[in-house]
Nanobody, 117 residues
Framework: QVTLVESGGGLVQAGGSLRLSCAAPRTITSVFRANVMGWYRQAPGKQRELVASITGSGTTIYADSVKGRFTISRDNSRKTVTLQMTSLKPEDTAIYYC????????WGQGTQVTVSS
C-alpha cells in the first residue's frame, strides 16, 4: 500500500486551468517508480473513471474526453504525479482521485474539481 496525499483542485470557470498534485512521501523511490500512477474521477451518480495514467518510464494513457486538454506527468525522484488540466469544461466537474497501482491499488482521499459554466 502507498500513502497518497493530494493537493490542488477547487472552483474554476469553464475554459480555465487547474493543477492537481499527488505525493507519496512515505514510499521509497524504487517502490514509487514501480507503480503505475493515475488520476481517476467520479462525478455524482456516475462510476469512477480513468482520466490519465503514467508508467514509471513515462508511458501515458488518456481518456478520450481529456486528450489534448490534460497532461499527466511524474517526478520519480520527488515521488510526485501531477495532472495539469486546461480548457476545463463543466463536464469535468468531479472528485478526482490519485491512484497507485502495482500488485494492489492505493488511493488518495480525493479532491473536488468544480467547473462553472
Amino acid at each position: 500500500q502507498v500513502t497518497l496525499v493530494e493537493s490542488g483542485g477547487g472552483l474554476v470557470q469553464a475554459g480555465g486551468s487547474l493543477r492537481l498534485s499527488c505525493a507519496a512521501p512515505r514510499t521509497i523511490t524504487s517502490v514509487f517508480r514501480a507503480n503505475v500512477m493515475g488520476w481517476y474521477r467520479q462525478a455524482p451518480g456516475k462510476q469512477r473513471e480513468l482520466v490519465a495514467s503514467i508508467t514509471g518510464s513515462g508511458t501515458t494513457i488518456y481518456a478520450d474526453s481529456v486528450k489534448g486538454r490534460f497532461t499527466i506527468s511524474r517526478d520519480n525522484s520527488r515521488k510526485t504525479v501531477t495532472l495539469q488540466m486546461t480548457s476545463l469544461k463543466p463536464e469535468d466537474t468531479a472528485i478526482y482521485y490519485c491512484n497507485a497501482r502495482d500488485v494492489s491499488d492505493s488511493w488518495g482521499q480525493g479532491t473536488q474539481v468544480t467547473v462553472s459554466s
